[in-house]
């Protein structure tokens, strides 16, 4: 394993809970710059959360504020997103992302800001 890998994938209700883990401790490059995106169907790919450790912070975009929750492990090894009162539009493929870079500042929103990239896992939500 060189890429980050993640796992936690399932199919939940709506109003219920998930936690995506995304494994990095075979990732060669520095793990502070990293971030969750998803993509549903049809639809280009989004960021949702992300860590900068250049600044020790993390951020959310406005669609998942209050819902979803990024960790990221002290070793650096694991970053989490928690998903709470899961609703239908969250049904997507979710990927972990990461840079190369040594220090963020600010955090990378754009998907071509990242170089490496884990296979997904989804999460389908029903009603």
Do not use: H
């Not at 998930?18 to 793990?31: H, K, M």
């Not at 710059?33 to 989004?46: H, T």
């Amino acid at each position: 394993q060189e890429g980050p890998v993640e796992s936690g994938g399932d199919s939940v209700q709506a109003g219920g809970s998930l936690r995506l883990s995304c494994d990095a401790s075979g990732y060669p490059y520095p793990r502070n710059c990293m971030g969750w995106f998803r993509q549903a169907p049809g639809k280009e790919r989004e960021g949702v959360a992300f860590v900068y450790t250049g600044a020790g912070t993390k951020y959310y975009v406005d669609s998942v504020k209050g819902r979803f929750t990024i960790t990221q492990d002290t070793t650096m090894n694991t970053l989490d997103l928690q998903i709470n009162s899961l609703k239908s539009k969250d049904t997507a493929m979710y990927y972990c992302a990461a840079r190369r870079a040594w220090t963020c500042w600010a955090p990378a929103l754009e998907r071509d800001e990242y170089e490496d990239w884990g296979r997904g896992a989804q999460v389908t939500v029903s009603s």
